[in-house]
């Protein structure tokens, strides 16, 4: 509904928000039950009545997020893009699979490429950027002018800041294990303030595995980290975790992580 989402828009600014962003993109089956999410871009005249309403309830930049659509041809991203244009959105991204996909096979850049074509505002392309190598293919073979990292992000956070200094020429930063934990134990730091215990030590028995992915005897870890309850458990895991894989890399010689910290 335009007129809701036009009073939801404003709020969002009223508590300081700097851009809008409204997510087309989401496939969810509980999100497109309702209507929203990739559901937004089967009725193009809501979506515009949506474009237009919010463009006109607030000043900061507003951008969407959209799927290729509902069938691999890209046609719905490509008719969503123009009326989004047409109604005053500053920038698009698009995640080009469909909604049915969800995850499954490949993000289709030439859909990215083809929308970057068809509009003229920035574009941010997004969809299976897992390394810098990958950012920098993506805009080399798409000519979009952003490159939005998701899963990836949260495998290693460091991924931007490895982009960025490729692009600004500059030697690529190392990250140490000691430097990767100290980040996991404030990630689960924060998550517990922002959430409360329980919860944040549950959703960290996914989100631990996806950050430790690719180390040494991760899969045992992510084995244990299945019951996960307290933060002092949480905390527990990760420290011996992290012993382990920096006596991997260094032999136990120069380990810096304390076993009693
Ligand atoms: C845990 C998780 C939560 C996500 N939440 C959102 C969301 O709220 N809105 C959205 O537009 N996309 C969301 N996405 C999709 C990502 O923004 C992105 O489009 C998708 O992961 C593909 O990019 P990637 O290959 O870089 O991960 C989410 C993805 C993940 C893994």
Known sequence: NADIMAEAAKIVVSRGADILDINMGCSVRKVLKTGA?????KDFQLAESIFQAVRKAIDIPLTIKIRSGWDPSGEDAFEIGRIAQSCGVNAIAIHPRTARQGFGGNADWTIIRRLKEIVNIPVLGNGDVDSVDKAFQMMASTGCD?????????QNPWIFQKVVSRLNHQVQPEISIKQKFDAICEYVNHTIEYMGEKRACRLMRSRLGWFTKGLPNSSQFRNDIRFLETKEQTLDLLRSFYCKVD????GGV???ISRNL
């Not at 999410?37 to 871009?41: E, T, Y």
């Not at 939005?148 to 992000?153: D, H, K, P, Q």
Request: hydrophobic share 55%; glycine share 10%.
């Open 37 to 41: 999410g990739a559901a937004l871009m």
């Open 254 to 256: 120069h380990r810096v």
């Open 146 to 154: 952003y490159v939005m990292i998701g899963r990836a992000a949260m």
């Open 247 to 250: 006596d991997c890399f260094s």
